[in-house]
Nanobody, 124 residues
Framework: QVQLVESGGGLVQAGGSLRLSCAASGRTFAPYAMGWFRQAQGKEREFVGYITWSIGSTIYADSVKGRFTISRDNAKNTVYLHMNSLKPEDTAAYYC?????????????????WGQGTQVTVSS
Protein backbone atom coordinates (compact mmCIF):
# COMPACT_ATOMS: atom_id res chain seq x y z
CA GLN A 1 0.00 0.00 0.00
CA VAL A 2 1.25 3.47 -0.91
CA GLN A 3 0.49 6.57 1.11
CA LEU A 4 0.90 10.08 -0.25
CA VAL A 5 1.07 13.12 2.00
CA GLU A 6 0.99 16.64 0.60
CA SER A 7 2.29 19.70 2.39
CA GLY A 8 3.18 23.30 1.68
CA GLY A 9 -0.19 24.83 0.98
CA GLY A 10 -1.28 28.15 2.42
CA LEU A 11 -2.35 31.69 1.74
CA VAL A 12 -0.32 33.79 -0.68
CA GLN A 13 -0.82 37.07 -2.49
CA ALA A 14 -1.24 37.18 -6.23
CA GLY A 15 2.12 37.10 -7.94
CA GLY A 16 3.66 35.11 -5.13
CA SER A 17 5.10 31.62 -5.02
CA LEU A 18 4.57 28.39 -3.16
CA ARG A 19 6.16 24.99 -3.24
CA LEU A 20 4.03 21.93 -2.55
CA SER A 21 5.56 18.64 -1.55
CA CYS A 22 4.20 15.13 -1.85
CA ALA A 23 5.96 12.45 0.14
CA ALA A 24 5.28 8.83 -0.65
CA SER A 25 5.65 5.93 1.70
CA GLY A 26 5.05 2.25 1.35
CA ARG A 27 6.80 -1.04 1.12
CA THR A 28 7.66 -0.53 -2.52
CA PHE A 29 7.25 2.65 -4.44
CA ALA A 30 7.90 2.52 -8.14
CA PRO A 31 5.27 4.53 -9.99
CA TYR A 32 5.31 5.22 -13.68
CA ALA A 33 4.30 8.80 -13.04
CA MET A 34 3.31 11.27 -10.37
CA GLY A 35 0.60 13.77 -11.10
CA TRP A 36 -0.77 16.94 -9.59
CA PHE A 37 -4.43 17.84 -9.79
CA ARG A 38 -6.48 20.61 -8.26
CA GLN A 39 -10.09 21.16 -7.38
CA ALA A 40 -11.61 24.54 -6.78
CA GLN A 41 -14.75 24.81 -4.71
CA GLY A 42 -17.76 23.83 -6.74
CA LYS A 43 -15.69 22.68 -9.70
CA GLU A 44 -14.43 19.37 -11.01
CA ARG A 45 -10.94 18.14 -10.32
CA GLU A 46 -8.58 19.25 -13.06
CA PHE A 47 -5.19 18.13 -14.28
CA VAL A 48 -2.23 20.36 -13.42
CA GLY A 49 0.75 18.31 -14.57
CA TYR A 50 2.70 15.11 -14.22
CA ILE A 51 6.27 13.88 -14.11
CA THR A 52 7.49 10.45 -15.13
CA TRP A 53 9.31 8.81 -12.28
CA SER A 54 12.25 7.26 -14.10
CA ILE A 55 13.15 9.90 -16.68
CA GLY A 56 11.58 13.00 -15.23
CA SER A 57 9.64 14.07 -18.29
CA THR A 58 6.93 16.60 -17.55
CA ILE A 59 3.64 17.71 -19.05
CA TYR A 60 1.58 20.67 -17.86
CA ALA A 61 -1.90 21.98 -18.34
CA ASP A 62 -2.04 25.10 -20.49
CA SER A 63 -3.40 27.09 -17.56
CA VAL A 64 -0.18 26.63 -15.56
CA LYS A 65 2.42 26.22 -18.29
CA GLY A 66 5.33 28.60 -17.75
CA ARG A 67 4.34 29.28 -14.14
CA PHE A 68 4.35 25.84 -12.49
CA THR A 69 7.16 23.30 -12.47
CA ILE A 70 7.14 19.71 -11.24
CA SER A 71 10.29 18.05 -9.95
CA ARG A 72 11.05 14.88 -8.05
CA ASP A 73 13.61 13.47 -5.67
CA ASN A 74 13.66 9.74 -6.25
CA ALA A 75 15.84 9.07 -3.22
CA LYS A 76 13.29 10.76 -0.96
CA ASN A 77 10.23 9.42 -2.81
CA THR A 78 9.05 13.00 -3.01
CA VAL A 79 7.57 15.07 -5.79
CA TYR A 80 7.31 18.85 -5.77
CA LEU A 81 5.05 21.40 -7.40
CA HIS A 82 6.75 24.76 -7.69
CA MET A 83 4.16 27.45 -8.29
CA ASN A 84 5.17 30.94 -9.39
CA SER A 85 3.22 34.01 -10.50
CA LEU A 86 0.19 32.71 -8.67
CA LYS A 87 -3.22 34.04 -9.62
CA PRO A 88 -6.49 34.10 -7.67
CA GLU A 89 -7.85 31.50 -10.11
CA ASP A 90 -5.16 29.09 -8.89
CA THR A 91 -7.02 28.88 -5.58
CA ALA A 92 -7.92 25.24 -5.02
CA ALA A 93 -7.17 22.11 -3.09
CA TYR A 94 -4.13 20.50 -4.68
CA TYR A 95 -3.73 16.74 -4.81
CA CYS A 96 -0.81 14.57 -5.76
CA UNK A 97 -1.35 11.14 -7.22
CA UNK A 98 0.72 8.14 -8.19
CA UNK A 99 0.17 5.95 -11.23
CA UNK A 100 1.35 2.37 -11.47
CA UNK A 101 0.01 2.07 -14.97
CA UNK A 102 1.34 3.21 -18.29
CA UNK A 103 -1.01 6.06 -19.25
CA UNK A 104 -3.39 7.87 -19.24
CA UNK A 105 -1.73 10.37 -16.99
CA UNK A 106 -3.71 13.42 -18.07
CA UNK A 107 -6.82 12.08 -16.39
CA UNK A 108 -7.54 11.33 -12.76
CA UNK A 109 -8.63 7.83 -13.72
CA UNK A 110 -5.04 7.04 -14.64
CA UNK A 111 -3.89 7.20 -11.02
CA UNK A 112 -4.08 4.57 -8.31
CA UNK A 113 -3.11 6.44 -5.16
CA TRP A 114 -4.06 9.90 -3.96
CA GLY A 115 -3.01 12.23 -1.21
CA GLN A 116 -5.42 14.01 1.08
CA GLY A 117 -4.89 17.37 -0.57
CA THR A 118 -3.49 20.69 0.56
CA GLN A 119 -5.28 24.02 0.22
CA VAL A 120 -3.78 26.86 -1.76
CA THR A 121 -5.48 30.25 -1.52
CA VAL A 122 -4.30 33.17 -3.63
CA SER A 123 -5.57 36.59 -2.62
CA SER A 124 -5.93 39.44 -5.07
Amino acid sequence: QVQLVESGGGLVQAGGSLRLSCAASGRTFAPYAMGWFRQAQGKEREFVGYITWSIGSTIYADSVKGRFTISRDNAKNTVYLHMNSLKPEDTAAYYCAASTRYLPWLKSTGYDYWGQGTQVTVSS
